[in-house]
């Protein structure tokens, strides 16, 4: 979880992350 290295956010649309 976290493609950017933001593993543990508070956003439930994680895929958000990875992008």
Known sequence: MG???ESG???PLRRD???
Do not use: D, K, L
Request: no cysteine.
């Open 3 to 5: 493609g950017s290295g």
């Open 9 to 11: 956010r508070a956003t």
């Open 17 to 19: 992350i990875e992008q």
